[in-house]
């Protein structure tokens, strides 16, 4: 698999590396070279400003997320143990009853929980989405200027850069463009 991931990253490097061939000119007038840079996202976001506010809202927000849920279970768990201690003594048909109430509630709880996540799922892009696109601004805007043809993250998918010059890294240079920017 690394071998594969390997040629694969060589196959890429070599097609932007590779001459092109303008329409119309020999075969003589060739581009330069592909230049490509790498960051560090997960770096990037931590240091980019506004971010420890937004972290620091979102975690109050997922442990309120999460009291709240394991409230809620708490209550569906004892109404359970309550009803398996009262089960023998229950006629069929109010056992029947106890059982769908149960189950009610447990629908109720993984209905309510759904929500809470949906609800932290869209927070945190409502506190991390403009972060982010000042940070893809700013590298984009890196990019342009620096005419590099690729940047790659280095800490994107488990790493696909197994090593690499440290000169082509251009995380500090993105940190610096986005405290310039604030």
Do not use: H, W
């Amino acid at each position: 698999m690394q071998r594969l991931v390997l040629v694969s990253l060589a196959a890429v490097a070599a097609t932007f590396a590779a001459p092109t061939v303008l329409a119309g000119q020999g075969a003589s007038s060739a581009t330069a070279p592909a230049r490509i840079a790498l960051i560090n996202s997960q770096e990037i976001l931590r240091n980019t400003p506004g971010y420890v506010v937004a972290e620091s809202t979102y975690r109050k927000e997922l442990q309120a997320s999460q009291t709240e849920y394991q409230k809620l279970q708490a209550q569906l768990d004892s109404a359970v143990q309550v009803f398996d201690q009262q089960s023998i003594a229950l006629s069929p048909a109010a056992r029947q009853a106890k059982q769908k109430d149960l189950q009610a509630m447990q629908q109720r709880v993984e209905q309510r929980s759904t929500e809470l996540q949906e609800r932290l799922r869209q927070r945190e892009e409502d506190l991390l989405g403009p972060l982010r696109t000042r940070i893809t601004s700013v590298i984009q805007g890196i990019r342009a200027e620096m005419n590099y043809s690729v940047i790659l993250d280095i800490d994107a998918g488990g790493g696909i850069v197994a090593a690499s010059d440290p000169a082509l890294n251009i995380t500090a240079r993105v940190l610096q463009r986005l405290r310039q920017a604030q």
